[in-house]
């Protein structure tokens, strides 16, 4: 439980903090980078997963032509 309250005090020490440098031009610009970083991350990790995609379409594909070229045999 002891573990708990530190955390959950930590959380909120954490915001606390955040809300007071976000308060500063300099802070604003800091979150800024902050939030393109992490949606150039998110971009990357979506079109990665579309890639992937692309390439599971492409492996049952070849499954299915293998699968029809064994059926003619």
Excluded: C, I, T
């Excluded at 979150?31 to 998110?42: A, C, L, T």
């Excluded at 499954?63 to 064994?70: I, K, M, P, S």
């Amino acid at each position: 439980m002891r573990k708990l309250m530190l955390l959950l005090g930590g959380v909120v020490l954490g915001f606390v903090a955040a809300h007071f440098v976000n308060q500063s031009p300099e802070g604003r610009r800091f979150f800024d980078r902050v939030n393109r970083g992490m949606s150039e991350f998110s971009r990357a990790f979506a079109s990665g997963y579309e890639s992937e995609a692309d390439e599971s379409d492409l492996a049952d594909d070849l499954e299915d032509a293998l699968r029809d070229l064994r059926d003619k045999a």
